[in-house]
């Protein structure tokens, strides 16, 4: 009886903490801002980053993002989504 007491505790803590850890591990990259800094609409948008670093964040609709300059992050939502990257020209 012990035993099945001490496994549906664990098993109920594993359930509590897995998502926790996940997203910790997971769901970040390396150095990138968390939050969105630029946020689409449930329409269809024309997103554009700006000259610093952005987390643009696209959602449903049929959206174009196009980070511009920056060290961007282009995270897509549902829809369909077209994402360009402005590369910088040098002569």
Not at 53 to 63: E, F, L, P, Q
Request: glycine fraction near 14%; hydrophobic fraction near 40%; include cysteine.
């Amino acid at each position: 009886m012990k035993i099945r007491v001490i496994l549906v505790s664990v098993a109920t803590l594993g359930l509590l903490a897995a998502p926790a850890l996940a997203n910790g591990v997971l769901g970040a990259t390396a150095g990138a801002k968390a939050e969105c800094t630029i946020t689409g609409t449930a329409a269809s948008d024309d997103i554009n980053g700006t000259t610093r670093d952005d987390v643009i964040c696209t959602k449903a609709g049929r959206d174009t993002a196009d980070g511009r300059e920056g060290n961007d992050i282009i995270r897509l939502g549902q829809g369909t989504t077209r994402a360009s990257v402005g590369m910088a020209r040098t002569s």
